[in-house]
């Protein structure tokens, strides 16, 4: 740059050979045949440079021609096949001279390939062009018929609205591992054409739309309620047009604006901080004062998130503090929240516009999202109908309102006719075609316009008719993103055109190519690419080797930009180093240079990995920390730490298979290496995935337990002693042992507080709060535990699991008043928060309350809901307990047979030393064999029970339940000493536990029992 001996470009490639050639020289004399070829030459040649195309090279017979050498073309595609066809034209003229002069007929077949190439400079003679587009034109011919043009993948998808092709199966061809697809070109009508795209344009023919919106607007208003309306639309539909009018006439409505970046993945939040910063500029902290209630602790939150704390934020407690920040923005008048590019939108920023829609209350705010249609591939869910959310999709204009806009666009200028309907049918109504398509005109005088089949051929071509110096400025610029800053590419422009860069900047804002914008930094100038096709063209255009330094340099920029905010821009930082490594890695070999980029990159991304898992942003922990462990070397010191952060995302995701593989090979190798604190953590965290999957029995898993916390106590690892303790806890659960499971998951809660991780803690009050519930402590107590648990909750998150627990206790207790509809909002948090398997295992309790208080249509129907989630994710402990209460539910509506079902798919997946479901299981067993008359059966069932109680070491509310099961079975089969005795004991647990509900059930089953 500017002109660079080589540059990476999308070409359309042609490939004739002649056939027979052999057997035709056997029957002419070699002057002859080489008069003959050299006329053969001559014609293809004539054609090809006809249609804008260059001769690469004679190969014996075959002829190689290249489209978009030395200039691109947004038609190069449609050119080349026009070309192959009228060869195949001009090849039967000539036949007919050469039948008349030598009595012969030649006999051609055809490929043509569109791909990426690396080009030589034509001025220094270095036109060859090489790369993989080449090799498959070239099989693609060998696999024509004589008289057939062949035509790849990405050649037929560039034409296809301009051609007749017909598929053909995949070809075999040498050198690829997999079948190439091809097609047969049929037909070129005379009339056809292609579509295009771009924006940025007059707003012309939205009427209907833009008062959708603002009526939109006004709901707010007068409502006092958060609405969301979507825009979606194809690129260049005119999406941010049409929000931007509303924007501009919005009145006394405040307006904050964020962007989802294209490309990082790992970047949930950057719309929040744009958000932030025009909000507070560099102090995010000072949102404080705009926050009536709980200031401090909505500006700690957002500081976290946007990297301005060096706490961490979960996502429920940064959904929370956005919400509340949201609505003390519109406290006083309406607030527009424009999201821009949604479709790049993290999972969980999605999650988080959801919650802010379903749960802001009394505040007119307006989410305006603008997206692709991709958004719907990636959340389906997303246009499913609710009350405070619309759908706006913008179709293409109408002709009259096409030709209004071009109308307009021209300014007056003196469009010809002709060029005019061109562009209006080209187009097919889309603003940013239509503007595009005219810009490109007014550059040739308006004398004429290009066919561009695909908007990347367009802006491709556009940007390669940019001056040498201005070309080397936007490809610059391409390297920071969509939105970049002046300072950047000054940096990374070449020093012959640095000087001059501003003066380039301002030629391509009025080309059209850019548009000013806010700055993230200060004393410096932002612009923005029309469209972010418009930068990705500018960026294919960069060599690999070249695109790796750009990476390098702009990270070295970025680091001294943000030395004062550096954990805000980690991410991004990390991006680029990631780039600039893996293009260094892909042209190889990998030297030192490229190591030490791997390794910096992989720090950064492993970083911000396991920033994201402490907040449970599991999504985000993912990517970022599987791209960290693709660049960190294998012998970096922290791979084992970042690979065990990594599996316990993967796990914590539902990927289960994975993240066990994982924290398997992690204990290994770290043991192997002396890191006792990763090895352990990684055994531990396995061995409570390998409950939840059951591969692993109680026993073992607390003898692993117990061996962590003696080789993790000496050296004070309080993160790892509260992990093995939750497992201690968790083996205690599942053998209905609920006293020594609460005991150990407060000597699980106390390390997590050493510690300083809030996600642990957070799971420890959650597990304590079940503790109350189930255990034998009287309902008084266990309502003073959640009552002292929702006093210290912290996070949104630890407040919904104290307030479910405190209103289940409150059931069990005979208060139920609202418990129902407190349940289900703490249960719509943790759906809202994407928490399924909690949602799924908490079915289990609402169940219970349900059954209890004599609802067995919703009791039903909400463990049916929560056996099918656990079971989408994978689970099965949890879910083995939701089948056992649904098989019961279904026994006390007299649909036995169902019941016998269910209950088996139970049986099935509980573990062995699940004492207390293999209880509930028998005795429901005893009680349908018992309704079949099958007495033994019935009998043997029952007895099954009571000893699977009698390894219980002590009793929770479980335990009642099982005895009133027994008893039934033993009633109905008149055992009726045994039915009351099991009876006595559930009335007695039922007693000392506090159970209204309980405690009249068990009372009436042995009123009904005959005296003795």
């Known amino acids: ?96 001279e050469l039948a008349r002069d030598h009595g012969i007929r030649i006999q051609m077949r055809t490929g043509v390939n569109t791909g990426e190439v690396v080009a030589g400079d034509p001025v220094t003679g270095q036109r060859l062009v090489t790369g993989d587009a080449v090799n498959v034109a070239a099989r693609l011919e060998q696999a024509a018929q004589p008289g057939e043009i062949l035509l790849g993948r990405d050649t037929h998808w560039l034409v296809r609205d301009v051609v007749r092709a017909e598929p053909l199966d995949g070809l075999v061809v040498k050198g690829k591992s997999q079948p190439i697809a091809a097609f047969r070109l049929l037909e070129i009508p005379r009339n056809g054409s292609a579509s295009v795209s771009r924006s940025a344009a007059p707003l012309v023919g939205r009427q209907r739309e833009l008062t959708m919106l603002r009526g939109q607007l006004a709901a707010c208003k007068e409502g006092h309620a958060c609405r969301l309306v979507t825009v979606l639309g194809a690129p260049g539909i005119g999406k941010s047009r049409l929000i931007w009018e509303l924007v501009d006439g919005r009145g006394e409505s405040g307006f904050v604006v964020g962007r989802c970046l294209p490309y990082g993945e790992g970047i949930t939040y950057w719309p929040l901080v744009e958000i932030v910063k ?109 009350a405070n959310s619309n759908t706006l999709v913008l179709e293409p204009l109408s002709d009259d309102d096409s030709a209004s806009l071009v109308g307009q666009l021209s300014a007056g200028a003196a469009v010809p006719h002709e060029l005019r309907a061109h562009i209006l049918e080209t187009a097919e109504g889309n603003p940013l075609f239509l503007e595009q398509m005219l810009a490109m005109g007014e ?175 599991v999504a985000a922990a993912s990517n970022l920390l599987d791209r960290a462990l693709r ?38 190798d770290a043991a192997a290496a002396g890191q006792k604190p990763v090895e352990w953590q990684a055994k531990v965290r396995l061995a409570w995935t390998q409950i939840l999957t059951q591969e692993l029995p109680d026993d073992d898993a607390m003898r692993l337990a117990t061996q962590a916390i003696t080789e993790l106590t000496p050296i004070g690892d309080n993160a790892g002693l509260a992990c093995a303790w939750q497992l201690i806890a968790q083996t205690r659960n599942f053998a209905g042992n609920m006293t ?62 104290a307030l479910f627990w405190l209103a289940a206790v409150r059931g069990l207790a005979g208060k139920t008043a609202d418990v129902r509809v407190e349940l289900e909002n703490a249960r719509r948090l943790y759906r809202e928060l994407g928490l399924e398997t909690t949602w799924g295992a908490t079915s289990m309790v609402c169940g219970i309350l349900e059954l209890s208080g004599g609802d067995v249509l919703i009791a039903e129907s909400v463990l049916r809901e929560g056996a099918a989630v656990l079971e989408g994710a994978g689970e099965k402990s949890y879910r083995a307990t939701v089948l056992a209460l649904l098989g019961e ?37 005893a009680r349908l064999a018992a309704r079949r008359g099958a007495v033994a059966e019935a009998d043997h069932a029952a007895r099954d029970a009571v000893r699977e109680l009698e390894r219980m070491p002590s009793y929770n509310l479980f335990t009642a339940t099982v005895l009133i099961g027994i008893a039934d079975a033993f009633h109905i089969v008149k055992r009726l000493d045994d039915a009351r005795d099991a009876a006595s004991r559930a009335l007695d647990l039922y007693e000392r536990k506090g159970i209204v509900s309980g405690v009249e059930r068990a009372r009436a089953l042995l009123a009904g029992l005959p005296s003795v």
Request: proline share 4%.
């Open 740 to 801: 020594e499971h609460g005991a150990a998951m407060e000597r699980a809660l106390e390390y997590a507080r050493r510690a300083g991780n809030a996600r642990l803690e957070t799971d420890c009050l959650f597990w304590i709060g079940l503790t109350a519930f189930f255990d034998e402590v009287r309902a008084e107590d266990a309502l003073r535990t959640c009552a002292a648990l929702t006093e210290s909750a912290q996070t949104p998150l630890q407040h919904a699991h």
């Open 1 to 96: 740059m500017p002109e660079r001996a080589e540059t990476r470009r999308t070409v359309t490639v042609i490939f004739a050979d002649v056939t027979g050639s052999t057997a035709l020289g056997e029957g002419l004399d070699p002057e002859s045949l080489r008069r003959v070829m050299e006329r053969y030459f001559d014609a293809m040649r004539g054609v090809i440079e006809r249609h804008g195309g260059v001769v690469e090279k004679f190969i014996g017979d075959a002829v190689m021609a290249v489209f978009g050498i030395p200039q691109l073309h947004e038609d190069d595609a449609l050119r080349a096949v026009t070309t192959a066809d009228a060869m195949r034209e001009q090849l039967a003229a000539l036949n007919e």
């Open 443 to 617: 550059e040739s005088d308006l004398t004429e316009v290009r066919i561009p089949p695909t908007i990347h051929a367009l802006l491709a071509a556009r940007i390669d008719h940019l001056d040498p110096d201005e070309r080397a400025v936007i490809e610059c610029a391409s390297i920071e993103g969509r939105l970049f800053h002046l300072g950047a590419v000054a940096e990374l422009a070449p020093p012959q055109v640095r000087h001059a860069v501003s003066k380039h900047v301002l030629t391509l804002v009025r080309k059209e190519f850019i548009s000013p914008d806010r700055a993230e930094f200060t004393g410096d100038d932002a612009f923005r690419f029309g469209h972010i096709l418009i930068r990705d063209a500018a960026y294919a255009r960069i060599p690999k080797e070249l695109r790796s330094a750009l990476h390098e340099r702009f990270a070295t920029w970025l680091e001294r930009r943000t030395v004062d905010s550096s954990r805000e821009y980690e991410e991004i930082v990390g991006y680029h180093l990631e780039q600039a490594y893996r293009y260094r890695a892909e042209l190889g070999p990998i030297d030192s240079r490229a190591r030490a980029l791997g390794t910096r990159a992989g720090e950064l991304l492993g970083a911000a990995g396991e920033r994201a898992v402490s907040r449970l942003d």
């Open 278 to 386: 025009q909000i507070a500029g560099d102090d995010a902290h000072s949102v404080a004062a705009l926050v009536a209630d709980d200031g401090e602790l909505v500006a700690e939150r957002i500081c976290a998130v946007v990297g301005q704390s060096e706490h961490s934020s979960s996502p429920e407690e940064t959904f929370w503090a956005v919400r509340k920040l949201f609505e003390a923005l519109a406290r006083d008048r309406p607030l527009l929240v424009v999201l821009e590019d949604l479709e790049w939108a993290e999972p969980t920023f999605l999650d988080l516009i959801e919650y802010i829609l379903g749960f802001s209350t009394a505040a007119p705010i307006l989410l305006l999202a603008a997206a692709r249609q991709d958004l719907l591939e990636r959340r389906p869910s997303w246009t499913a109908p609710k």
């Open 631 to 668: 660049v960190v070397p294998p012998g970096h010191p922290r791979r084992n730490e970042l690979r065990l952060a990594h599996g316990d995302a993967l796990v914590e995701a539902g990927e289960l298979g994975r993240g066990s593989q994982i924290l398997r090979e992690v204990g290994a």
């Open 889 to 925: 539910t279904l026994y006390m509506q007299a649909r036995y047979e169902e019941a016998g079902n269910v209950i088996g798919d139970s049986r099935a997946i509980t573990a062995p030393d699940d004492v207390i479901n293999l209880a509930h299981i028998a005795a429901t067993e």
